[in-house]
């Protein structure tokens, strides 16, 4: 019987060599995904849009003047005026009480004529006021009463530091959250200084108003500011 020979040692190197190399091509092949498969999300992806979510406002977008008077008409908002011009050569250090106007900085004849105007205006618009609350000192009552013609002083409105800290201003920002019945806004005029603690920078000046959006649970939305003229441009 003939013996075949043995391969030459070179011979059988060289194809090892090729079956290694074989194996590790078919190690590297992307496998193919079956057909009609979708890729999957990356792990922790969230979805682009969840349910129920609003699209938010672009941002610097401000509400028309028409949108703003619509939503005043319908009511639940809060309108926080801070009250109108005062003479600034008096001040507040020496008064014995809220009662003591005498030792009080006030309203000047322009911020009296001023305020008489906004609540002309606001008539004029058909917004609808309900409860007007005003902070204990003469310039808040007398801007609340010259405007609506009532006033109910509420310490929850009272003024003092611009600080936010400590619990000061907790009423009023409870205040500023809870929901206004509808087909009627809240009027509260106060001060300049509890506005910047609980919503921020800027300053109101005086006879501006910051429409407020009640959000439930202490949160509130600022959704315009009006200046003392401002209210014309409504329309």
């Known amino acids: 019987m003939r013996t075949l020979p043995v391969p030459h040692r070179s011979m059988r190197a060289l194809l090892a060599l090729f079956l290694a190399l074989s194996l590790a091509a078919l190690a590297q092949a992307p496998a193919t995904a079956p057909k009609g498969a979708q890729p999957s999300e990356p792990k922790g992806a969230q979805p682009s849009e969840q349910k129920g979510a609003q699209p938010s406002e672009p941002k610097g977008a401000e509400p028309s003047g028409p949108s703003v008077l619509r939503a005043l008409r319908e009511g639940g908002y809060i309108l926080y005026f801070r009250h109108t011009a005062t003479d600034f050569s008096q001040n507040d250090d020496k008064m014995t009480g809220f009662e003591d106007c005498a030792s009080q900085r006030n309203l000047t004849d322009g911020g009296r004529a001023d305020a008489r105007a906004i609540g002309a205006a606001i008539r004029s618009l058909?917004?609808?006021i309900g409860e007007v609350l005003a902070s204990p000192f003469c310039r808040t009552r007398e801007t609340a009463e010259l405007m609506f013609g009532r006033a109910t002083v509420s310490t929850a409105v009272r003024g003092g530091p611009a600080s936010s800290e400590g619990a000061r201003y907790d009423a009023l920002r409870t205040l500023l959250g809870q929901a206004v019945p509808a087909k009627a806004n809240l009027a509260i005029s106060s001060h300049g200084n509890p506005f910047v603690a609980v919503?921020?920078?800027?300053?109101?000046?005086?006879?501006?108003?910051?429409?407020v959006q009640p959000l439930g649970d202490r949160a509130f939305r600022i959704v315009a500011r009006i200046k003392k003229d401002e209210w014309a441009t409504l329309r």
């Open 199 to 211: 919503a921020g920078p800027p300053y109101l000046a005086e006879g501006e108003a910051a429409v």
């Open 126 to 128: 058909g917004i609808p």
